[in-house]
Structures are given as C-alpha cells and as structure tokens.
C-alpha cells in the first residue's frame, strides 16, 4: 500500500509504509500531517493510518523547518558547499579558479549520475579554447612570414576569425556540460533523494557554475543541519 502526505497544500508521494516509519524517525514529517493511500478521498491525520488502534499519536520525535516528505539528512554524498559569491570572487581574481570548479563540480555529479558525460564536455570545450589559440598563432606566424604578404592586417584579422569560431565552439560546448549537470541534478534530487528541486534553464544558461553553487550549498546545509531552505 502506498501513501501520499499533505503539507502547505501539496502533496508528495507516494510512499510505502517503511519509508513513512524511516522519514518519521528522521523527523522530516510528523504523525499530525495529513495522510491519504491510493483508495481514500479524504485525508486524516497520519497517526490514523499508521497506528488505528491508538487514541493519539506518538510525540514527534524531532521538530525542525523540514521540506515535507524529504528526510533531513538523505542518503547520498555532500555536494561542495562553498559559497557561490566566493566561488565568482575567486573566480574574478585568479581567472583559473571558475575552471577549476567546474570540475569539482562535475566531479560530484558522477557520483550522483555515474552515466554524467559533464566532464567529458567540459575537457571537451577547454581543449577546443586551447586549440583555437594554437591556431589563431600558427596562421598569424605562417602569414607574417611569408614575404609576399602585403596586407599584414589581414594575418589579425585571420587570427580574431579563427580564434572567434573556435571559443563559440568551446563555449557551446561548456554549456552542454552545464544542461547535463542540469539534467543529472533534476532526476537525482527529484527521485532518489526527493526535495523537489527546481532549476531555471535561463539562470542555467547564463549563471551555470554559479547557479549550481547556490543549489548545493543549500543541499549540502540541508545535508548537514536537516534545514533546507526556499529556493
């Protein structure tokens, strides 16, 4: 038999009845939430369901701001939880640091989505910015030295091309690795540790890393207080 909860006008589920005795333990929902299964219209207080017999529910066992449904702590690893302000002033300051944590960041959705092909991605579009620098300076050199070329503008002009077309190859590359954390983030923290996570594909598409900061660090406070905060 399944069950569903209600709390603040939604509703979440279903759950089987281990799973309502782990999350209660946990303190996530309470046995005063209102509580349906799959063949009932009204809901009643979730002691009912569970425990007939008695007259009134067992006491909580821990209070706390808890996403209904969701245990506090859940099952799966700690996601990197610095700042996503410090994350951009690094970023700002070194340059190399924002590169650096995406591959932190890649790194951890592996083990959440083990099948993620976000890093793949990223190397991807790092070697083709790379590979556009190498080039633009290798057709700069071979035009300056030729020495009937009379136009030496033109060997710039060449060089900001190619450098152009490959950094909008490596950028769109770098943000198919974003949408895959996207994607990888959506179903892991919407199925197998459910928080009803939500993640705008504007915000993905401009603010990526950033953006993504901000969702694990509130996943790893949740993680580590049981207190998950508004999106």
Do not use: C
Not at 44 to 70: D, H, V
Not at 94 to 104: A, L, N, Q, R
Not at 107 to 115: E, V
Request: hydrophobic share 45%; net charge positive.
């Amino acid at each position: 038999m399944n069950y569903f909860i209600s709390r603040g006008g939604q509703q979440y589920g279903p759950y089987t009845a281990p799973d309502l005795e782990r999350y209660l333990a946990q303190g996530s929902i309470q046995y005063s939430d209102l509580a349906r299964t799959e063949s009932m219209a009204e809901w009643l207080p979730l002691s009912q369901l569970l425990n007939p017999g008695k007259s009134s529910p067992p006491p909580a066992i821990r209070q706390g701001p808890f996403a209904p449904g969701t245990p506090p702590h859940g099952t799966g690893p700690i996601p990197p939880s610095l700042h996503w302000a410090l994350v951009l002033v690094l970023g700002m300051i070194t340059g190399i640091f924002h590169y650096i944590w995406i591959f932190v960041q890649s790194t951890f959705i592996r083990k959440i989505d083990p099948q993620s092909k976000a890093t793949t991605w990223y190397v991807l579009a790092l070697v083709a910015m790379a590979g556009g620098v190498v080039a633009a300076l290798i057709f700069a050199f071979a035009m300056s030295s030729r020495s009937d070329f009379g136009d030496p503008s033109a060997a710039g002009i060449g060089m900001g091309l190619i450098m152009g077309l490959v950094f909008f190859a490596g950028a769109a590359l770098m943000l198919v690795g974003a949408f895959s954390i996207r994607s990888s983030m959506l179903r892991y923290y919407n199925s197998v540790e459910p928080i009803n996570l939500r993640l705008s594909g504007v915000m993905t598409f401009f603010f990526n890393t950033l953006y993504f900061q901000y969702h694990f660090t509130r996943i790893a406070k949740w993680k580590e207080t049981g207190v998950l905060y508004p999106q």
